[in-house]
C-alpha cells in the first residue's frame, strides 16, 4: 500500500510540474497584443516596435518586438532568452516604445560597422529618450495607433 500512495503522490507532483514548466515563459503570462504604425498619417511597412519594460533593471529585459506590415499593422512576440523561446504577446506592464526604420534593403547596406539610416532620423530608436508609452493590460488589447513623424518622402 505504502509504495502505491508514494508513486501517487510522486505522479502528481511530476503533473503539477510538467504543467507549471509548460506555462508560458516560465509562469508569466504574455498577452496577444496588435497594433498599428502611422508615419506622417499614412501606414509603414518595415518598421520594428520593440518594447522595454519600465522600471526593469535587468541589464537583459524581455523586451517584446515585432515588425509592420503593408498596412502598418503588428503584432508582438517575446523572445525568452532563458526558455529559448519566443511567445506570441507581451506580459503586462508600462513600456517604453521605440521605433525604428531601416531601408528593405539594409542587408546590402555597405560596411558592418556603419550605422544603419533609419528613415524616423532615430527620434524614436532610444529608450531613454523616446517619446511614446504603453501599458500592456492582463488581457489581449488592440493598441491606439503610434503616429509618428518623419522626414521620408
Known amino acids: 500500500m505504502l509504495p502505491t500512495l508514494s508513486a501517487r503522490w510522486l505522479s502528481i507532483a511530476v503533473a ?14 504574455y498577452y496577444p497584443v496588435r ?22 533593471h535587468n541589464p ?12 502598418g499593422s503588428f503584432e508582438l512576440r517575446t523572445y525568452v532568452a532563458k526558455d529559448r523561446a519566443s511567445y506570441a504577446g507581451a506580459p503586462a506592464g508600462t513600456y517604453v516604445v521605440t521605433c525604428v526604420w531601416y531601408p528593405p534593403d539594409m542587408g546590402s547596406q555597405p560596411g558592418l560597422m ?24 492582463p488581457h489581449a488589447v488592440e493598441l491606439p495607433p503610434f503616429e509618428l513623424e518623419a522626414n521620408v518622402r
Do not use: W
Open 16 to 29: 503539477v510540474g510538467a504543467l507549471c514548466c509548460s506555462s508560458c515563459g516560465g509562469g508569466k503570462g
Open 35 to 56: 497594433g498599428r504604425v502611422l508615419v506622417n498619417g499614412k501606414p509603414a511597412e518595415g518598421i520594428t516596435v520593440v518594447l522595454t519594460p519600465q522600471g526593469d
Open 60 to 71: 537583459a529585459p524581455e523586451q517584446p518586438a515585432g515588425g509592420t506590415r503593408a498596412d
Open 114 to 137: 556603419t550605422a544603419l539610416p533609419d528613415k524616423l532620423g532615430g527620434k524614436y530608436a532610444n529608450p531613454a529618450t523616446s517619446p511614446l508609452r504603453v501599458t500592456i493590460p
